[in-house]
């Protein structure tokens, strides 16, 4: 019975995929037998571990705890001393104003933009037919219609030939977009326009990639200005 509960296996650390190796290694050093659990799913969606969905766990016999405690703290206090900002990987999203802008989601680790092109090519195709439709009405009720129905076609047309080139403008900058990711290291500056119903940010990275978003004012806005601030971004208010 006590060597059953001796070798019971016991979960000594959790965190994303290089930080587990590291100590893995360190601890199998120090002759602790280990291994890893969720390391397939951790590596597939990197983002997502270190106390997030699906964390990478490194598992110990019980009969190791004693020794293995003091090679994981003495881990974590020089990873604290690398990095004084404790990080934080729960993903924070904030939505653009308007949707077609898409999304930007953070942590305490990196950047990623989400976009739907095939969203936007739907509404492409959409406000396509609807000014085809209606420049047909346009062109066979010139004689027919009084002056006010034909105003109201032509601005009905107009407008569905604006939003028609401005989603096709809209499509290019969510291919270019969707998917991408990026860490302060790579900002080169961040221009911001607050208001009191919204903040406007322009990222300016060293790749010359401007991505550029709109979201409310609020608490999730202010969380990604203390996070670029704390990862010594070049910020200039505009």
Same mark, same amino acid.
């Given at each position: 019975?006590?060597?059953? +509960? ?19 290694? /360190? ?53 604290? +001393? ?94 270019? /977009? ?9 900002? +080169? ?50």
């Amino acid at each position: 019975m006590n060597s059953e +509960k001796e070798f019971r296996p016991i979960e000594i650390y959790s965190g994303n995929g290089w930080e587990v190796e590291l100590l893995k290694s /360190m601890l199998e050093s120090a002759g602790i037998t280990c291994f890893l659990q969720n390391e397939y799913s951790g590596t597939i969606t990197p983002h997502y571990t270190a106390g997030g969905v699906n964390p990478i766990k490194l598992i110990i016999s019980s009969a190791d705890i004693d020794k293995a405690k003091t090679i994981v703290e003495e881990f974590q206090n020089n990873q604290n +001393k690398d990095n004084p900002i404790k990080k934080n990987y729960t993903l924070t999203t904030l939505k653009a104003k308007p949707a077609l802008n898409g999304e930007l989601l953070f942590d305490d680790y990196k950047i990623s933009l989400r976009n739907d092109p095939g969203m936007i090519g739907l509404n492409i195709a959409t406000f396509g037919i609807l000014g085809i439709s209606n420049g047909f009405s346009f062109w066979n009720h010139l004689e027919d219609d009084t002056i006010t129905e034909r105003l109201i076609l032509a601005i009905t047309f107009s407008m569905c030939i604006f939003l028609f080139f401005y989603t096709i403008s809209k499509y290019r900058k969510a291919k270019e /977009m969707n998917e991408k990711e990026f860490l302060p290291a790579d900002i +080169k500056e961040v221009f911001i326009v607050k208001t009191d119903r919204n903040i406007k940010f322009r990222f300016v990275l060293h790749d010359n990639f401007e991505p550029y978003f709109k979201f409310k004012n609020d608490k999730k806005s202010e969380k990604l200005i203390s996070f670029l601030k704390e990862s010594g971004v070049d910020i200039t208010y505009v």
